[in-house]
């Protein structure tokens, strides 16, 4: 029996499990769930009613980063965390960053301000939105191109979760019709249009833009 991802194409958390299956070469059935009007139930496979949520044999877990880490045990290859423990740590440390630092800036205030509202036909709050792009979001952005600091990736050199999640976040932002600013982030803007190039994140990018375009014109 395939697995069940449980979620919505442009959610960044979504869409980084759905990096991660791809890159580890997995076959699964999606499962829409739209997060603003979750199905009755949901709360039996995802107990804080969060996308996504993975079905393993009749078994559910919830959670990206959970996710992740399980498809990592369960399928090694490529391996997308580091053996190095002090390495896998930072790999679990930039996942926690995106998912709870960059998340509520460029994705639940741009993105679902200048998205996700108007395809539900509410107001975009420009005012939120203008504070999150003065202050909240460049100290962010400033912290990943230092830590990058000239390198292909953020943890080690080679591809990790680290690298997908802050990635998929990105997109998120630039569907908000935001950019990181070459001039100011060099290496993060680099590492940005590199990860964005990968083939899972260009195909669901593709798509999302069409989407969101024929939406909202
Ligand atoms: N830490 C969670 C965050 C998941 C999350 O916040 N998903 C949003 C959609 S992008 C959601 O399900 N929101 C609905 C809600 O919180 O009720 C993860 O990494 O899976």
């Known amino acids: ?126 005012e939120a939105i203008a504070k999150a792009l003065e202050s909240r979001i460049p100290p962010m952005l400033d912290y990943l191109e230092q830590e990058l600091d000239g390198r292909e990736y953020l943890v080690g050199d080679s591809l990790t979760v680290a690298d997908i999640a802050v990635a998929s976040q990105l997109v998120n932002f630039r569907h908000g019709g935001e950019t990181v600013d070459a001039g100011r982030y060099p290496n993060l803007a680099a590492h940005t249009e590199r990860m964005h190039a990968l083939a899972p994140f260009a195909g669901t990018i593709e798509k999302e833009s069409g989407f969101i375009s024929k939406m909202l014109g």
């Not at 979504?14 to 769930?33: F, I, M, P, Q, S």
């Open 1 to 126: 029996m395939p697995m069940k991802l449980y979620g919505a194409v442009m959610s960044p958390f979504v869409r980084k499990t759905r990096v991660v299956l791809a890159l580890k070469g997995l076959d699964y059935e999606a499962v829409h769930v739209d997060p603003n009007n979750k199905p009755e139930g949901y709360e039996k496979i995802s107990p804080l009613q969060r996308i996504p949520a993975l079905e393993v044999d009749g078994r559910y877990l919830a959670d990206s980063a959970v996710i992740c880490a399980y498809l990592e045990k369960t399928h090694p290859e490529p391996a997308l965390y580091p053996s190095d423990p002090f390495q896998y740590a930072r790999t679990l440390w930039f996942e926690k960053y995106a998912d709870y630092e960059l998340a509520p800036h460029c994705t639940f205030t741009v993105f679902r301000n200048r998205i996700v509202k108007r395809l539900m036909g509410q107001d975009c709050d420009e």
